[in-house]
């Protein structure tokens, strides 16, 4: 393709797409707080910056001496208002700023959906600790308290109780960029992700995964989603319905053209909610290398041209085949890591597509209590005949990570 394209974020894990991207022939830049060793080796310009502050990335390609782009995206970094403003401040395609925020703003992307008769959590929008309690109070219990403006489960929690409202409501409160939290009813049923791009009013689905929450509140308050499994579990009918939602959705919040990731419920009379809608590739390499290796469809192509203002190869977006792939993590749950050794040493089932760290463990030190998304010790993408032997195939390499884990520090002093 041979275009100067601005990589704005890297989410955890996403790291491979860089080079995916590099492959393409395209002068990748890359602006991230963390960049990984593919950023540095097949990245032309690596900033270290925060990919969600529009002035600092621009700040940071004028100080290395870039003065022109041909497009900008992100790689599951939530952060589409970033990327709308730096496109526009370039003359590249992509959204209109206002469009990015209404489909990452929560507030404004519950008003936007209510207003198109989509269904939604019964909600209530708050910046204060009284306003939150007495949107609590109007929505009932269980609830569940999100900030209005971070992704990965960062201060998501459910709230079981009055007596445990107001720390919960506190940390969300603190953990909102803009001081903004919602406040939903809990909904039971099976989650989903859908992966798709929307171009001339036309969906082109990518993919398709139920999410992995079995252990949903094993860390209560605290959501664990424990992975993707695919193909999806919903029957074919079942799931135009939901993607039927999800291009309703997407058309009344303008994603047009755009890739959309979405989180969707299903309750068990069938009712379809929505409860997540954003212009980015789906992260945690779900979209990118767990959805591909089931269907064959590698949408970072599409991802490239849509940035660069390019039709949609949609011929690309068709599946090529139906396999049994899930992703699994292990959680962290505050353990004393009294040992830590070489993952690589690790010998692999062939059916192992990979086993990483989460956060890397390092003898004599503690993992973190598990409180959202990426506070995982490690992870693994795994394939199978089946999804049963799939899962199987995850859960023993999830085992073989090379660590020794104590509930407390062997060598304290008592």
């Known amino acids: 393709m041979g275009s100067r394209l601005l990589v704005c974020g890297v989410g955890a894990g996403m790291d491979g797409s860089v ?3 590099a492959r393409l022939g395209l002068e990748v ?7 990984g060793p593919a950023a540095h080796r097949d990245a032309g310009t690596v900033l270290r910056v925060d990919p969600h502050d529009a002035d600092a990335v621009a700040a940071g390609l004028a100080g290395a001496g870039i003065t022109g782009l041909d497009g900008v995206l992100s790689l599951g970094c939530d952060n589409p208002p970033a990327v709308s403003g730096l496109a526009a401040r370039f003359g590249c395609p992509g959204l209109p700023e206002r469009v990015a925020l209404d489909c990452t703003l929560k507030h404004r992307r519950l008003r936007r959906l209510a207003a198109a008769g989509v269904a939604t959590p019964r909600h209530a929008v708050a910046t204060t600790l009284r306003g939150a309690l007495d949107g609590l109070r109007e929505l009932g219990l269980p609830a569940v308290v999100k900030p209005c403006d971070r992704s990965s489960s960062v201060g998501v929690a459910k709230v079981d109780g009055p007596e445990t409202a107001r720390p ?3 940390r969300a409160l603190r953990l909102s960029r803009s001081g903004r939290i919602v406040l939903e009813e809990f909904l039971e049923g099976t989650e989903h992700t859908a992966v798709a791009f929307l171009a001339d009013g036309v969906l082109h689905p990518v993919g398709f995964a139920d999410r992995d929450y079995r252990n949903k509140e094993l860390f209560a308050p605290h959501f664990l989603e424990s992975g993707d499994t695919l193909p999806t579990a919903l029957t074919a009918e079942q799931v135009r319905e939901v993607l039927a939602v999800v291009h309703t959705a997407a058309r009344a919040l303008e994603l047009d053209p755009a890739v959309i990731n979405t989180d969707v419920l299903r309750t068990a009379d069938g009712e379809v ?8 590739i789906t992260g945690a390499r779900i979209a990118t290398e767990v959805m591909p290796l089931s269907t064959g469809v590698d949408p970072l192509p599409n991802l490239a041209r849509l940035a660069l203002g390019r039709p949609l190869a949609v011929d690309e977006l068709v599946p090529t085949r139906c396999r049994a792939v899930v992703q699994r993590f292990r959680p962290v749950d505050g353990e004393f890591v009294a040992w830590a050794g070489d993952l690589g040493q690790v010998p692999r089932d062939p059916r192992v597509h990979d086993l990483f760290w989460g956060v890397r463990p390092r003898a004599g030190t503690r993992l973190p209590r598990c409180g959202s998304g990426t506070d995982v010790l490690g992870g693994v993408i795994a394939t199978g005949e089946s999804v049963a032997e799939a899962e199987s195939v995850a859960a023993a390499a999830l085992r073989s990570l090379p660590v020794r884990l104590e ?3 062997p060598n304290r002093e008592r």
Do not use: M, N
């Open 19 to 21: 080079s995916a991207l």
């Open 168 to 170: 919960l409501v506190e």
């Open 407 to 409: 509930t407390d520090d």
């Open 29 to 35: 830049v890359v602006a991230t707080e963390r960049p």
């Open 273 to 280: 909610f929505l409860l997540e809608i954003t212009a980015r």
